[in-house]
């Protein structure tokens, strides 16, 4: 049959058309991503990515992502239990100053199980500081109820203070990720520190020698960890403008004991964290310096002596406690370490479900694809002292400049392994990095290569 | 007395006197010209009339023979017409009408060399119309019915006509039997004329002077010019002596139904040849020894005209025809029929002119000229045979085709040139649609390199899901689409409307078959037997989509025109 010019000049182009330019494909490629960007909450106004928590239950695997510290709510973002979390927020009543007057802190407190009044409440959130009935350390959990861990009364001058005048003030918390974690509290601004034994509301004060603190430095606190070595919790203080990390432990069930200091590297306790890094499944304690990232054995860390020795270095730890120090180092996705802020935030999680965790670095000034201070995470592997080995990066493939990604990192428990989210405050972003390239292939399903 | 005449005056009235014989000299030589062209042609009306009588005749159509004779004596009062004419009702048993021009031929021509032969003729002929008519009177007695008393008829019936004589002449004719005219004529006029017929198929040959010429038979002694009508057979003409001019003699074979004419120029002592020439075609130009064409012209197809004996080159010419030469030789007194063929010439001429202002012409590629409104047609001379034949004009269709030239012929072509349809809206569309097209490559090519990025940190594990590229590629994509979609549509419509054409291919239509052009004297009228051959060969002229039949037709040829452009 002859066919006319007209309708082979129609037929090529359609052809053309249906073959090169089919609009599905981006739908296709973009459906399971390996990155989801949670959603920002409409009524969040101040900030978003700013501060992360995240805790699992029975599987359940929760992100808390916060605004502005202070003057900010957080919502609840639920990750379930599989390849399909969801990226809209499940609650975005966390600290929002709704009902009950509350000051978003600059990190959370995740609780498994939470006992309130005797009744046990699941996946809590220790958000920041208000009056819920009375004036406390705000607890929001995923039943919607509310209520406050009381402070020790000099904080609570504070806060009343701090209520009545609407001046907010930050009070940095973190837990160990067990299901019945320590909450470590800490008051930078008065230098006060403290932690809530585990199913315990009466806060515990730490105290520390006579010179170790500083009043004139407000830095103390502002980063926190704590370690879970068997029965023993090793509670991390920073005290960055000192370069100092403070550390304690307990047992979990009554006070703590001063244990010593760890110093003299610029910038040291920037960021601290906790996790799973060697083998001895027990916690190490991950601190950033000015340059450097540092993971110190838990183990070595639970077997110091008390001590009132106001004395700060790394003198102090035994040999082989020090499990790696590493830097900034490149790779084809990343340039500029100079100025890259590696270390602002840190992280540990199992990447690759091997039992073992990996050290997450934030780098929020790293220049990525030409985007100034669009940030990267970047993430190694540290098994030995010897093999610190830088894994992989990860970055949003729309990175955009003064992202800020990697400010603050969280390590969410998903299916065997842990994912990485990072806060990116700068553009308001948060990113769930589903994929990581220590997976075998095809290990985590549709969404990863 | 002579009155003195100076010398002057002797000049004067010798120049006059020249002069004057000049002019009688031209006068005469032109009224004598005149008159000889008369004469011939007369002769020739005579001829035609009493050949196309014996044609029938022998056709055996003897009423249009005997109309013919009757036709041709009413103009040319020749008693052989009358005789002819006789032999013709004779023919049809109607001895009335024989008997009348048989007497007639008697009464016109009473000193005919055979006016005893045909009174006797008429003698049988009345013997058998008495005899007849007795026979039919006996009949009709034998046929009468008694009568009574009363003188009434016994079965009071009414009386019978008497039958009708039934006639069967006796008629031994045949071909032969026409006579035929013969006109000699002598240059002077008055010279004595003897006419021996030969009576004897044996008898030697006329000898003049002898005592006796056993065999032949004196028929006719009278003076020239003379108009005589005679049998068919052999004769010997004879001028005798007459004034100062010695005495002349020709043989002369008379065929049935024919005019003869003979002359003798006294002068040269002997009779002048008859040559006729006809030729395919009427009209054509000939020229006896007279290669160069230098003389006028002897005269035109068919034409007879005494001439001297001897060897001549006869010289035909025609337009359109190939000349021809054909050497002739005649004997003194001989009448010779000189029928030439004559072939066309290989060439042909296209007489071209159009609907448009102006067009130009090629012919196989090669440039023939141009024609402009208002302008005599242009020929285009062309061998014959088919050819390539474009007309172009500005804004119109060029019209392409296959034409057969046709030989030593004009062929009348009126090139209808059909505009160009306008292309403005296909150009538009085109336009645009390309813009549309290179507007969706360059967006589908953005899409593509945004797929291949995203594609890139997809595999990378870097890829978010509500990465910004995706979205804008995705857009691209559909715009690429419907771009390609649009120019698809356009550039479909821009195709259809280039190939579109409502209107009709340029067309030639031919004419009638033409002669060429005569200069010296109106077009000649050609005889020619052609076969019925087309003028035009269906050929593919050009690829392509459009193409256009045109039937054409003449009374001589038809065929088909096929043309096309784009």
């Known amino acids: 049959m002859r066919r006319s010019p007209f309708t082979l000049v129609f037929a090529g182009l359609l052809a053309l058309a249906a073959s090169g330019c089919s609009w599905s494909r981006f739908d296709d490629i973009t459906g399971d991503s390996p990155v989801l960007l949670l959603e920002k909450p409409g009524s969040m106004k101040a900030g978003f990515g700013v501060s992360l928590g995240t805790l699992t239950r029975n599987g359940q695997t929760s992100v808390l992502v916060g605004g502005a510290v202070g003057a900010s709510g957080a919502a609840l973002y639920d990750l379930g239990d599989g390849a399909s979390p969801s990226t809209t927020a499940l609650d975005v009543a966390y600290c929002s100053g709704g009902s009950a007057q509350c000051f978003l802190s600059s990190s959370f407190g995740a609780f498994a199980n939470a006992t309130s009044g005797g009744v046990s409440r699941p996946q809590c959130y220790a958000v920041g500081t208000g009056s819920v009935g009375t004036s406390g350390i705000v607890i929001r959990c995923s039943d919607a109820t509310e209520y406050p861990l009381p402070v020790p009364p000099n904080a609570l001058k504070l806060l009343d203070f701090s209520l009545r005048e609407s001046q907010p003030y930050d009070y940095p918390m973190a837990t160990d990720r067990t299901d019945d974690p320590v909450l470590l509290v800490t008051l930078p601004e008065q230098q006060m520190a403290w932690f809530y034994p585990s199913q315990s509301t009466k806060p515990s004060e730490l105290s520390a020698p006579k010179g170790v603190l500083d009043k004139a430095d407000k830095s103390f606190g502002s980063t926190l960890a704590v370690l879970t070595v068997g029965d023993t919790r090793v509670l991390a203080v920073g005290y960055p403008g000192k370069s100092e990390v403070l550390l304690w432990k307990t047992d979990g069930k009554s006070g703590s004991e001063y244990i010593g200091c760890l110093g003299g590297l610029s910038g040291l306790g920037r960021a601290l964290a906790a996790g799973n890094v060697n083998t001895d499944d027990v916690n190490d304690l991950v601190i950033s310096d000015a340059s450097n990232v540092h993971v110190i054995d838990g183990q070595a860390l639970a077997t110091l002596p008390v001590t009132e020795s106001a004395e700060c270095s790394f003198s102090s730890l035994p040999e082989g406690a020090l499990l790696g120090s590493f830097g900034c180092g490149s790779s084809t996705s990343t340039s500029n370490c100079e100025g890259s802020s590696f270390g602002a935030a840190v992280a540990v999680g199992d990447l690759d479900g091997d039992g073992d965790g990996e050290v997450v670095v934030g780098a929020p000034q790293m220049t990525v694809r030409g985007e100034s201070a669009a940030g990267a995470v970047l993430v190694y592997d540290v098994e030995t002292p010897a093999d610190a080995a830088f894994a992989e990066v990860k970055f949003l493939s729309s990175a955009e400049s003064s992202d800020a990604l990697g400010s603050v990192l969280a390590t969410p428990h998903i299916k065997g392994r842990d994912v990485i989210v990072a806060g990116a405050p700068g553009n308001g972003k948060a990113a769930l990095f589903y994929c990581s390239s220590l997976l075998p292939h095809g290990a985590a399903g549709s969404r990863c290569p | ?566």
């Open chain 2, 1 to 566: 007395m002579f009155a003195p005449v100076s010398l002057g005056f002797f000049r004067r009235r010798s120049v006059l006197l020249l002069l004057l014989l000049a002019l009688l000299a031209i006068v005469s030589t032109s009224a004598l010209a005149q008159t000889k062209d008369n004469s011939s042609k007369r002769l020739e009306a005579i001829r035609s009339e009493m050949e196309k009588g014996q044609g029938l005749y022998v056709a055996g159509n003897y009423v249009g023979a005997a109309e013919v004779f009757e036709a041709g004596y009413t103009t040319y009062p020749y008693s052989a017409f009358l005789f002819n004419a006789g032999v013709c009702y004779q023919k049809q048993n109607d001895v009335d009408r024989a008997l009348a021009k048989f007497k007639e031929y008697v009464k016109v021509d009473p000193n005919a060399p055979d006016v005893d032969k045909v009174n006797q003729r008429i003698a049988t002929l009345e013997t058998a119309k008495a005899t007849a008519l007795a026979a039919a009177a006996a009949a009709a007695a034998a046929a009468t019915p008694a009568v009574t008393d009363g003188g009434v008829e016994a079965d009071a019936g009414v009386v019978a006509p008497a039958p009708k004589p039934t006639f069967v002449l006796p008629s031994s004719d045949d071909q032969n039997a026409m006579k035929s005219l013969v006109v000699i004529e002598t240059e002077p006029d008055g010279a004595p004329l003897r006419i021996y017929q030969r009576v004897d198929a044996n008898a030697a040959r006329f000898v003049l002077g002898a005592a006796a010429n056993a065999g032949w038979k004196e028929v006719v002694a009278t003076r020239a010019p003379a108009n005589l009508t005679l049998d068919v057979g052999h004769y010997h003409v004879v001028v005798e002596k007459f004034r100062d001019f010695n005495a002349s003699e020709a043989d002369m074979a008379v065929s049935p139904g024919h005019v003869h004419q003979l002359k003798a120029n006294l002068s040269q002592g002997q009779f002048m040849a008859f040559l006729r020439v006809s030729s395919n075609v009427i009209g054509a130009h000939v020229w006896i020894d007279d290669k160069k064409k230098e003389h006028p012209e002897w005269g035109e197809t068919p034409h007879g005209e005494l001439v001297p004996g001897g060897k001549h080159v006869v010289l035909v010419e025609a337009p359109g025809f190939e000349p021809l030469l054909s050497n002739v030789e005649l004997e003194h007194g001989e009448q010779k029929e000189l029928e030439v063929r004559m072939s066309r010439v290989n060439y042909g001429v296209l007489r071209i002119d159009s609907s448009a202002p102006s067009v130009n012409v090629k012919i196989d590629e090669q440039p023939k000229g141009s024609w402009r409104s208002g302008e005599e047609p242009l020929d285009a001379r062309a061998d014959s045979g088919p050819h390539k034949l474009v007309i172009e004009s500005d804004g119109r269709k060029t019209f392409e085709g296959t034409i057969v030239v046709p030989r030593g012929q004009i062929l009348p072509l009126r090139v209808k040139m059909i505009p160009k349809y306008p292309r403005g809206p296909a150009w538009t569309q085109a336009i645009i649609g390309a813009a549309f097209l290179g507007a969706a490559i360059y967006v589908g090519s953005e899409s593509n390199r945004l797929y291949d990025q995203v594609k890139k940190d997809r595999e990378s594990g870097a890829l978010e899901s509500s990465d910004s590229r995706a979205t804008r590629g995705k857009w691209f994509a559909v715009g690429a689409d419907a771009g390609f979609v649009v120019a698809g549509v356009l550039g479909g419509l821009a195709t259809y409307n280039f190939v579109k054409d409502p209107l009709p291919e340029s067309s030639v239509k031919p004419g009638k078959l033409l002669e060429f052009d005569d200069p010296l004297k109106a077009r000649p009228v050609a005889r020619v037997e052609t076969k019925r051959r087309p003028l035009m060969d269906v050929a593919k002229a050009q690829p392509g989509p459009r193409l256009q039949l045109t039937p054409g037709a003449s009374s001589t040829s038809g065929g088909l025109f096929l043309g096309g452009s784009f």
